[in-house]
């Protein structure tokens, strides 16, 4: 029946024919409980014990020594970009092609939850959704700074060699305008459509087969049964499942690092509050304990209010923009962009033969190694969502549908932002906060300075910020602990401000030990073990479908 839940699991089991695996083992069987006083204690030995050890000593290790972090990833960021850019490129490529692929075969009528199950949402409300996961908090950062970096950069980072519209002296070059934005504008939809989508939609299709058909726990390690059988529970499953958590985690901490340092911009652009480390401190200090409050409260009292609040939020800030800019201009732009996207998507993913090594190693690497460090966390999200559709419809609603809406988003926020670099090209506030003197996290409130009612405008876009970060570091932290808790989903709550707590505390580490560098640092470190996993987790899916595709 629809409304039984497989105890092993916490989760339905299959409606209709499907090829469940027969297993013997149970949740939490290798769970240590315990009560240190009046909290209780379930969780998964070793992953939450090597996780939860790990991270402790990083952060003792980046809070006591700083300098010396600060460094080492220094060092690090670089280092790993000029070495596995083309790696990170060709494995993203990877993605989407296999995506399209499953699309288009007979292995797209499976329907996730057996032939007899039904989606639990509507449309209206699972693109919402879908949408919410993955990207509500990155566009807040790079909506502007994107598209208005790649048109202006003085720094040798044009995307594909793109003409430059300024000469050495600042002056605009008309007859390079056109093309420089048309480039600025693919670029940055490149880092934002089909392929980060591609990247998530194989962990969610991933969690969502081996769950909802195959009857397994909702795990990273459930994927691998194909290939690994019963070992999955053992020493190979607790190796996928704590890299997962470092890859979760650092992915988190380096948005809410991201995020305290845009809100503390955007207090000072407004409010005059100084910019500096012991103000984003004491932000990430309060996004964690308002995230805290959230885990209290639950999933109904927490994060589903609070997320509501924050869609509504960012439409009323997107139609803002929309008609303030212009509309009939922001949708001739849209149009644009998504024509110069398709033509340049191929040669943007080529991992071989480029000169455009700033733009290559310094953003894409990045960008790839941060989506997939944040999959484990989308992903599981996505696939709780999406029980009862076909993969085929599922497949293709992950990718194109947010892509769509990213792709918007930056054609209105970056489009407006690179016209106002061309309209004024000695006053524009966006120019002189990202090109001239590069200042990322003020690029946003510099373009919401262009247009009417900057001050209510601005103040939204902190709360926006403030109130995303919050979301993530709760829904993360659910994620993580259900992990380390050896697929439980109602562990308890102690445990989730354990690591509510700690993505706090990371984001301040990594802060002292070297801003902005170290958290990109962390990112590429962890996201680079983790691309194996879903590189090997592909092979997983596809032999997990051939044995479901009989019975749809």
């Known amino acids: 029946m629809a409304d039984e839940e497989d105890v092993n699991t916490g989760i339905p089991a299959p409606e ?8 013997d083992y149970e949740v ?10 009046p909290f209780g204690l379930d969780i998964h030995n070793p992953v939450f014990l090597i996780s939860g050890l790990s991270v402790v000593v990083f ?3 980046a809070l006591i020594a700083p300098d010396q972090a600060a460094s080492f990833f220094g060092w690090l960021r670089p280092t790993l970009t000029s070495t596995f850019d083309g790696f990170f490129l060709s494995a993203a490529n990877i993605f989407v092609l296999f995506c399209l692929a499953l699309i288009v075969s007979p292995y797209g009528s499976v329907r996730l939850g057996g032939v007899d199950a039904r989606p639990d949402y509507g449309y209206a409300g699972w693109f919402a959704m879908l949408f919410a996961a993955g990207m509500g908090i990155g566009l807040m950062f790079f909506g502007v700074l994107e598209p208005a970096y790649y048109f202006g950069t003085p720094w040798g980072d044009e995307p594909l060699g793109a003409v430059r519209p300024f000469t050495e002296s600042g002056a605009l070059i008309p007859e390079n305008v056109e093309a420089a934005k048309r480039m600025a504008l693919a670029a940055t939809s490149y880092h934002w459509a089909l392929h980060p989508w591609a990247i998530y939609a194989v962990v969610a299709l991933a969690l969502a087969l081996f769950s909802y058909n195959k009857g397994l726990p909702l795990s990273i390690r459930s994927a691998f049964y194909p290939i690994l059988g019963e070992r999955v529970w053992g020493w190979w499953g607790h190796l996928i499942d704590i890299v997962a958590v ?6 988190l901490a380096t948005s809410l690092g991201l995020g305290a340092q845009q809100a503390n911009a955007g207090l000072e652009f407004v409010y005059g509050i100084p910019t500096n480390v012991t103000v984003q401190v004491l932000l990430i200090v309060g996004i964690t304990l308002m995230a805290l409050i959230s885990v209290l409260r639950g999933l109904d009292g927490g994060v589903k209010i609070l997320s509501e609040v924050n869609m509504v939020l960012a439409i009323v800030l997107l139609v803002f923009v929309v008609f303030t800019a212009g509309a009939v201009g922001v949708f001739t732009d849209f149009g644009k962009t998504l024509v110069a996207y398709a033509q340049e998507v191929i040669p943007l993913s080529n991992p071989i033969g480029r000169v ?3 733009y290559r190693e310094g953003w894409t690497a990045f960008y790839w190694a941060w989506w997939i460090s944040w999959s484990p966390f989308v992903g599981m999200f996505i696939a709780r969502v999406s029980r009862g559709r076909t993969v085929r419809e599922f497949l293709t609603c992950v990718l194109i549908i947010p ?5 918007f988003w930056m054609s209105v926020f970056g489009g407006t932002a690179i016209n106002d670099m061309i309209a004024n090209v000695d006053l524009s506030a966006v120019k002189a906060n990202v090109i001239d003197a590069y200042k990322p996290e003020l690029s946003l409130f510099a373009m919401l300075d262009s247009l009417p009612l900057a001050s209510i405008t601005s103040t939204v876009g902190i709360v926006l910020v403030i109130v995303f970060f919050v979301t993530s570091s709760d829904s993360g932290s659910l994620v993580i602990d259900t992990i380390t808790a050896g697929g439980k989903v109602d562990a308890p709550i102690p445990q989730r401000v354990f690591w509510c707590t700690f993505e ?5 580490a990594l802060l002292l030990g070297g801003g902005l560098g170290s ?14 996993v879903l590189l090997v987790m592909c092979w997983c899916i596809f032999k997990g479908l051939s044995q479901e595709h009989k019975h749809s």
């Open 16 to 23: 209709g024919a499907s090829e469940i695996i027969d297993t």
């Open 28 to 37: 939490g069987q290798d769970n240590i409980e315990a009560q240190i006083g």
């Open 59 to 61: 952060v003792i290790y």
């Open 246 to 251: 470092f890859a979760t985690l650092f992915g």
């Open 356 to 358: 455009d090594d700033g």
């Open 504 to 508: 706090g505390l990371v984001a301040i």
């Open 519 to 532: 958290l990109q640092a962390m990112v590429i470190s962890t996201g680079l073990p983790f691309t194996i």
């Open 403 to 407: 892509s769509l809406v990213c792709v």
